[in-house]
């Protein structure tokens, strides 16, 4: 533990023993908006009553949808689907990922870096994305935090956080039981396979009061793709057809078969079956609450096994009656790792020998509230602490078959890229330069820390309530930069020009004498390494040296550190009018990913990637009404507008870079290169975000609404990718899908009317969902000038130039470039329930009953390239523009589906 821990620590324990006041900041509410499950509005009342863009969904495992639908009735708050992930994946107003969205499981930071293989053939490459790996029957509620912060859950959060919460022993335990259980089932048709979960727990409670209880749960589920559209189709018959059209047209322009499989994924690829092992013991008395927990998660999908382990404690001590202490502390370690099957395929290339990734995280949190009861009826809360994580990412070799260029002869596995055999039997020099280059491209190596002291303070006078919140992170990014020998020779050797440049006509010092010798000596053994591989410039294509060159690595590190805040004001007028205004500044700091990812040696690797910060201004107003309409009825509303405001947004280009060393005729080359880079230009966000909901025990009824604008850019990775690199110019751009276009439906809403009969023991209710207008990339991509402007071909200097350049040297390279997706058409679902006892629940639920055919927004596979066809030319030798034709999509949802499930405690 490094001396700002101890310092800190020392310094929290210490103001918390000087006469120090307890402050309770609170307790989490729940809400459900979307689905109600014979609530009697305990928690929900008190969610409407909470000021700020934050929503809650609970009973999120007594819930027959899946996750993504729950977390999308939220407004402002969305999903990335990827049916490759195997995780969840939360979207904040168009941002997602580590750091943008703090995605927590019982308030520990989610830092699992999913990476699939290929889910297909021509649109089934490979996907990565951050995520939470956890089975929803294992959580009781989400709450979502937009645009402000408090606690330490936004140290390293852009846009928000979401904090999923698991079951307890009291969530398992009939309400007269000390000793018990519960089983859950659900199976449907239209490809719905069986899932359940089964859970015990005891709690035995002592004679002063306090308890200790366990709790054991295991989940199982199948989890398969082949389903049916709207319209009773399958992906494999609406692809059939699809692919006789363009047959035809290939056919007649080149009289043969078309080398298309234009199916969006292939459903035995991503046909899953994960389990889940959660294990919890809770003792409480009056003045301790300690937790101990335990999850596993084992999966097999997309080419790979993945295994989820984490071990958790969490702690609370508090002196009843007095305000001097109220401490907790929280310690997580978490290890995922996916191990990728030999033969299995990533951007078509097969592993061939074992292949592992791995994450392991560790978290650690102190903190303490106090309370002041300050002059003028004025009430001062706050709570100090900080926060510790380290997130290191590894894999057990480098994957050298995964390398985009490749010397092939008479090998069906290899592909060759941007070099052709001659017809002498030898490759051309560029291919064998290049073959002989690293790449960082598969799970970049590298570890983050992340060091937060936080405060929260919280002043009550009259009416008024100012939260602010204030934290100061340090961050630190380690990675590894890959490069090959005559680079590192070249680095050395431009060292030494410049050390004999710079004492060309002084007297060195012996300081500077010795540095230039240590120069010396690292370029004599660099050149011994060189001559031994590199004995002639041409070498023959046997010439099994060659493919031995060695690759170096070096250890690089970034620091930065920054500061958030965010202030909220808020009026109490009274129950029914809540108004209040906020604004934030949060950062983001790079990953290893976006910092040390390069698909060619050191080409992609930025260093010197600034922190996103982002400038939020909220202001809105809630209310909670019992009694309005009827004596019985209650009404509670949220309504929230914002503007966020993103310096330095992270995007990712196809660049150009001149390396030295990998050319041995010519010394240096010109390479194309993905890199992150920091947008120059600012991105806005804004927007408007509604909930309401209404209950009269007969009759109830939940709306969700949000509408955003931006101007965000896309990544030239979001790019659809063909797996078998149809065309060779895509071969240096392949990403392994590091990201895929994040932006919210320019509107989206749902609707949930319902009723409840027979004494509240059945419930009928239907859902109606609506998303707007959404983006997608297109396949071509346009080329920009750094400050704006696109670049384009002047005919009289015969060259692509900038505007009011003269030649192209603030070209940034190729960025993708958006296209729009039409609304979907509405979505409705029905759903009957009936609880003949308290501890038995029977639905049966029907989803899109009207049996439609919508693509999901934000669907990973809405992207492939096999949602694109080539313009074929009727000359056999001029190449097609890529282009989207609305009759050729498939990526799309399930159609009519129902589905059976049935809870019960005994």
């Not at 809770?282 to 989820?308: C, F, P, W």
Request: neutral net charge.
């Amino acid at each position: 533990m490094n001396k700002l821990i101890k310092t800190s620590i020392a310094s929290i324990l210490i103001t918390n023993m000087l006469s120090i006041a307890h402050a309770d900041d609170g307790t989490s509410t729940e809400l459900d908006a979307i689905e109600v499950i014979s609530q009697k509005f305990k928690e929900k009342d008190e969610a409407y009553k909470k000021t700020g863009a934050v929503s809650i969904r609970d009973e999120i495992n007594k819930s027959s949808k899946d996750l993504d639908a729950i977390i999308r009735s939220t407004p402002g708050t969305f999903t990335q689907m990827n049916k490759a992930a195997g995780a969840v994946s939360v979207n904040i107003r168009g941002a997602t990922g580590l750091g943008r969205v703090n995605t927590m499981i019982d308030g520990v930071t989610q830092t699992f870096y999913s990476s699939g293989g290929d889910t297909g053939t021509k649109g089934g490459g490979a996907g990565s994305q951050f995520g939470a790996a956890i089975d929803p029957l294992f959580l009781t509620s989400v709450e979502i935090n937009r645009g402000s912060f408090k606690s330490s859950s936004n140290g390293n959060a852009l846009m928000g956080s979401a904090n999923f919460k698991t079951i307890g022993v009291d969530d398992v335990l009939r309400l007269d039981k000390n000793i018990g259980g519960i089983i859950k089932y659900s199976n449907g048709d239209n490809d719905l396979k069986p899932e359940y979960m089964a859970a015990v727990a005891g709690k035995r409670i002592f004679d002063y009061g306090g308890s200790l209880g366990f709790l054991y749960g295991y989940s199982r589920k199948t989890i398969t793709q082949d389903y049916l559209v709207g319209g009773g189709e399958t992906h494999q018959e609406i692809s059939k057809k699809n692919t006789e059209i363009i047959s035809e047209e290939y056919r007649k322009a080149y009289d043969d078969e078309p080398p298309y499989d234009i199916r969006p994924f292939d459903p035995e690829k991503v046909k899953q079956k994960p389990q889940s092992h959660l294990v919890k013991l809770e003792y409480v008395d009056d003045y301790s609450t300690l937790g101990l927990q335990y999850r596993k998660l084992t999966n097999h999908l997309a080419g790979r096994s993945i295994k989820s382990d984490t071990k958790q404690i969490n702690y609370n001590l508090i002196i009843p009656n007095n305000d001097f202490i109220n401490l907790n502390l929280l310690y997580s370690q978490n290890k995922n790792s996916q191990n990728y099957d030999i033969g299995s395929t990533i951007i078509d290339r097969k592993i061939q020998k074992p292949l592992q990734g791995r994450n392991k995280s560790i978290s650690f949190d102190i903190n303490n509230s106090f309370k002041f009861n300050l002059p003028f009826e004025t009430n001062f809360t706050m709570t100090s602490g900080m926060n510790w994580l380290k997130n290191d990412y590894s894999r057990n070799r480098y994957p050298d078959e995964l390398r985009i260029f490749k010397v092939c002869e008479d090998d069906p596995e290899c592909v060759t890229s941007l070099g052709e055999l001659n017809p002498k039997g030898k490759t051309n020099l560029y291919t064998k330069v290049n073959a002989s280059l690293p790449t960082n491209s598969f799970f970049p190596q590298g570890d983050q820390k992340n060091r937060t002291i936080y405060f929260n303070n919280k002043f009550e006078w009259k009416m008024f309530t100012l939260d602010y919140n204030v934290n100061l992170v340090k961050s630190k990014n380690k990675g590894q930069i890959l490069t090959s020998v005559d680079q590192e020779y070249h680095k050395i050797q431009s060292k030494m020009d410049r050390l004999y440049d710079m004492y060309d006509d002084l007297s060195p010092t012996e300081q500077a004498k010795e540095f230039a010798q240590k120069i010396l000596n690292e370029a004599n053994k660099l050149s011994k390494d060189l001559d031994a591989f590199d004995k002639k410039y041409e070498w023959d294509f046997d010439d099994e040296e060659f493919k031995k060159r060695p690759t170096f690595v070096n250890y690089k590190q970034v620091k930065n550190t920054f500061k958030n805040y965010s202030v909220t004001l808020t009026a109490n007028m009274n129950n029914y009018f809540t108004p209040f205004i906020s604004y934030s500044k949060t950062h983001r700091a790079p990953t290893v990913q976006e910092m040390f990812f390069s698909s060619l040696a050191d080409a992609g690797v930025n260093l010197n990637l600034k922190p996103e910060t982002a400038r939020t201004q909220q202001i809105g107003f809630n209310g909670f009404m019992e009694g309005a309409i009827t004596d019985a009825d209650k009404i509670g509303y949220k309504v929230t507008a914002y503007k966020t405001r993103i310096d330095d947004f992270i995007h990712n280009v196809y660049s150009y870079k001149s390396i030295r060393g990998i050319n041995p005729i010519h010394g240096s080359q010109i390479v194309p290169a993905l890199q992150h880079r920091n947008h120059d230009q600012l991105v806005t966000m804004k927007g408007f975000e509604a909930e309401f909901s209404y209950d009269m025990g007969r009759f109830f009824a939940n709306l969700s609404y949000a509408r955003q604008r931006t101007n965000q850019p896309a990544s030239y990775s979001d790019i659809p990718r063909t797996a078998s690199n149809a065309d060779e110019e895509q071969a240096e751009a392949q990403s392994f899908g590091l990201t895929k276009v994040t932006i919210l439906p320019n509107s989206y809403g749902s609707l949930e009317l319902g009723t409840r009969l027979f004494d509240n023991k059945v419930t009928i209710g239907a859902i109606a969902k609506y998303y707007g207008k959404s983006k997608r990339t297109k396949f071509d991509s346009i080329e920009v000038c750094r400050g704006g402007g696109r670049v384009y071909f002047d005919k009289v200097r015969n060259r692509p130039v900038c505007p009011g350049k003269k030649d192209i040297s603030d070209r940034i390279g190729g960025i993708a470039e958006y296209e729009e997706i039409d609304s979907q058409p509405m979505v409705y679902d029905f759903y009957v329930m009936y609880e003949p006892t308290e501890n038995l629940m029977l639905k049966l639920n029907v989803d899109n009953i009207t049996d439609v055919r919508y693509a999901n927004p934000l669907d990973a596979n809405n992207d492939s390239a096999s949602q694109y066809s080539k313009l074929i030319h009727a000359d056999k030798n001029a190449e097609g523009d890529y282009y989207y034709t609305k009759e050729f999509q498939n990526n799309f949802a399930r159609g009519r589906t129902f589905k059976f499930s049935l809870s019960y405690k005994f």
